[in-house]
């Protein structure tokens, strides 16, 4: 069944009238024509459909649009702000964090999460928030050393 | 081979109340399935194995996360998130042993948007949130289009993914009774990865020791043993009222397994409740003094 929707992303409003069985991510790539945010296994594994709600990191693929409603939803795109890289990219450019980049917005979208809510994580704290993140390139490393440098720039 | 799809067609219903909830179950009985954080029900749809045709959504219903404490004890609400059970300093304060459970609950990702009632309601016989909350005495409110009732956890869950809940009815609180001063609480979660793993052997354990070293009050619960979370209560009894010594604890540990029933890896599971029943006493002791 059809109904309108209005979803907050990256702070601007957007309504649409979409069938409520289409999912949160299906809706950001297929509709709003936001790529970024990734399908990996779509049944909330591994992490690549990763965005923020209300500054809380969600697997999209698992949240109906329908009840995304009313929230803030922010996704890889809204990160930087006119232009200017999140610490968190800062990091992970710089530390050549990331190889194919397929589930990088996700490890971003989690490590941004982490630091919404500990400002300054442990390396522990860090690994446990990408816990729900599978990549299959980089070994992971290099995540966890970036999320410690930026939380260590302030962002 | 299982394949994941996009999701099936439904009528999308949104109740005001956990009473309209319970009368919409009750109207459309098994072509309704009732939706908390849906990151149980979400893939079983997507892989066909629940296909309802109505999907009765909780989301639209104010005021169900909640986490309060009153004289008898917490009370959690049907639509608490693990992560509200991860961040509460309630929770922190009085029963951590939930915490350190919600820390190796699944991924921050789904700790977001899953439930700990809908955990408990999945009734899998690995439910993190199940052996802990046996430990800890809960009980469950249940209300919906039937007469409101109660039941201790412990007589819920009835067989694998299976539950007491009647057509209608819902789970509408989480209650924890007060933990006597000087308790201690262990969840160990034995698995295969690190993380995102379900328990290939859960042990929970609550216990009491008073000053002279003796065993006030013990639960212990299994969790991935049995066809369902279950009370170790053999060797719980030969605990209570007697002075722990190495010897006891190591005797305990041995009895729990008396209580596990494992649909799979029977051998290697009784083995490893021996082994982890011993270290979450001997953890939890600790955390008591």
Same mark, same amino acid.
């Given at each position: 069944?059809?109904?309108?929707?209005?979803?907050?992303?990256?702070?601007?409003?957007?309504?649409?009238?979409?069938?409520?069985?289409? *999912?949160?991510? $299906?809706?950001?790539?297929?509709?709003?024509?936001?790529?970024?945010?990734?399908? +990996?296994?779509?049944?909330?594994?591994?992490?690549?459909? *990763? @965005?923020?709600?209300?500054?809380?990191?969600?697997n999209?693929?698992?949240?109906?649009? @329908? $009840?995304?409603?009313?929230?803030?939803?922010? *996704?890889?795109? +809204?990160?930087?702000v006119?232009?200017?890289?999140?610490?968190?990219?800062?990091?992970?450019?710089?530390?050549?964090?990331?190889?194919?980049?397929?589930?990088?917005?996700?490890?971003?979208?989690?490590?941004? +999460?982490?630091?919404?809510?500990?400002?300054?994580?442990?390396?522990?704290?860090?690994?446990?928030?990408?816990?729900?993140?599978?990549?299959?390139?980089t070994?992971?490393?290099?995540? @966890? $050393? +970036?999320?410690?440098?930026?939380?260590?720039?302030?962002? | 081979? &299982?394949?994941?799809?996009?999701?099936?067609?439904?009528?999308?219903?949104?109740?005001?109340?956990?009473?309209?909830?319970?009368s919409?179950?009750?109207?459309?009985?098994?072509?309704?399935?009732?939706?908390?954080?849906?990151?149980?029900?979400?893939? #079983?749809?997507?892989?066909?194995? %629940? %296909?309802?045709?109505?999907? =009765?959504?909780?989301?639209?219903?104010?005021?169900?996360?909640?986490?309060?404490?009153?004289?008898?004890?917490?009370?959690?609400?049907?639509?608490?998130?693990?992560?509200? %059970?991860? =961040?509460?300093?309630?929770?922190?304060?009085?029963?951590?042993?939930?915490?350190?459970?919600?820390?190796?609950?699944?991924?921050?990702? &789904?700790?977001?948007?899953?439930t700990?009632?809908?955990?408990?309601?999945?009734?899998?016989?690995?439910?993190?949130?199940?052996?802990?909350?046996?430990?800890?005495?809960?009980?469950?409110? &249940?209300?919906?289009?039937?007469?409101?009732?109660?039941?201790?956890?412990?007589?819920?869950?009835?067989?694998?993914f299976?539950?007491?809940?009647?057509?209608?009815?819902?789970?509408?609180?989480?209650?924890?009774?007060?933990?006597?001063?000087?308790?201690?609480?262990?969840?160990?979660?034995?698995?295969?990865?690190?993380?995102?793993?379900?328990?290939?052997?859960?042990?929970?354990?609550?216990?009491?020791v008073?000053?002279?070293? &003796?065993?006030?009050?013990?639960?212990?619960?299994?969790?991935?043993?049995?066809?369902?979370?279950?009370?170790?209560?053999?060797?719980?009894?030969?605990?209570k009222?007697?002075?722990?010594?190495?010897?006891?604890?190591?005797?305990?540990?041995?009895?729990? %397994?008396?209580?596990?029933?494992?649909?799979?890896?029977?051998?290697?599971? #009784?083995?490893?409740v021996?082994?982890?029943?011993?270290?979450?006493?001997?953890?939890?002791?600790?955390l008591?003094?």
């Amino acid at each position: 069944m059809k109904q309108l929707m209005n979803l907050k992303v990256n702070n601007i409003a957007h309504q649409v009238e979409i069938d409520t069985r289409r *999912t949160l991510l $299906e809706v950001l790539r297929e509709h709003i024509g936001l790529m970024g945010t990734k399908k +990996g296994c779509d049944e909330g594994d591994c992490g690549a459909c *990763t @965005v923020l709600l209300d500054g809380k990191p969600v697997n999209s693929c698992l949240v109906l649009a @329908v $009840e995304a409603q009313g929230k803030a939803i922010t *996704t890889i795109e +809204g990160l930087s702000v006119n232009g200017k890289l999140d610490p968190i990219q800062v990091a992970f450019v710089e530390n050549g964090a990331f190889q194919c980049g397929f589930c990088t917005p996700g490890i971003v979208m989690a490590a941004k +999460g982490l630091l919404n809510e500990k400002p300054h994580p442990t390396e522990d704290e860090a690994k446990r928030a990408i816990a729900g993140n599978l990549c299959r390139c980089t070994g992971y490393l290099r995540f @966890v $050393e +970036g999320i410690i440098k930026a939380s260590q720039v302030g962002g | 081979m &299982i394949f994941i799809r996009r999701l099936p067609p439904f009528d999308y219903v949104a109740p005001k109340t956990l009473k309209e909830a319970g009368s919409v179950l009750v109207k459309h009985k098994d072509e309704a399935s009732l939706m908390a954080g849906g990151t149980d029900l979400m893939p #079983k749809m997507k892989k066909r194995e %629940v %296909v309802p045709k109505y999907l =009765v959504s909780l989301k639209n219903i104010p005021g169900l996360a909640y986490i309060k404490e009153d004289k008898e004890g917490i009370k959690i609400g049907p639509m608490t998130t693990i992560h509200d %059970v991860e =961040v509460s300093s309630v929770i922190a304060k009085k029963v951590p042993i939930l915490r350190d459970t919600s820390y190796v609950f699944a991924s921050a990702q &789904i700790r977001n948007l899953a439930t700990v009632v809908g955990n408990l309601c999945s009734s899998a016989p690995s439910a993190d949130m199940a052996s802990p909350l046996l430990a800890l005495g809960a009980v469950l409110s &249940i209300s919906g289009s039937k007469k409101a009732r109660t039941i201790p956890l412990n007589e819920f869950f009835t067989g694998p993914f299976t539950n007491c809940l009647e057509l209608g009815e819902l789970v509408s609180e989480i209650q924890i009774p007060s933990q006597a001063p000087r308790t201690g609480g262990v969840y160990i979660k034995h698995t295969i990865r690190n993380a995102m793993d379900h328990a290939l052997v859960g042990v929970a354990v609550v216990i009491t020791v008073d000053k002279n070293n &003796i065993c006030n009050d013990v639960k212990i619960a299994l969790g991935a043993c049995a066809p369902t979370p279950v009370r170790a209560t053999a060797a719980e009894d030969i605990l209570k009222g007697n002075k722990l010594s190495e010897a006891t604890i190591e005797k305990a540990a041995k009895t729990a %397994v008396k209580a596990s029933k494992p649909r799979s890896d029977p051998e290697y599971k #009784k083995e490893m409740v021996q082994v982890l029943t011993g270290r979450a006493l001997k953890r939890a002791i600790q955390l008591a003094k």
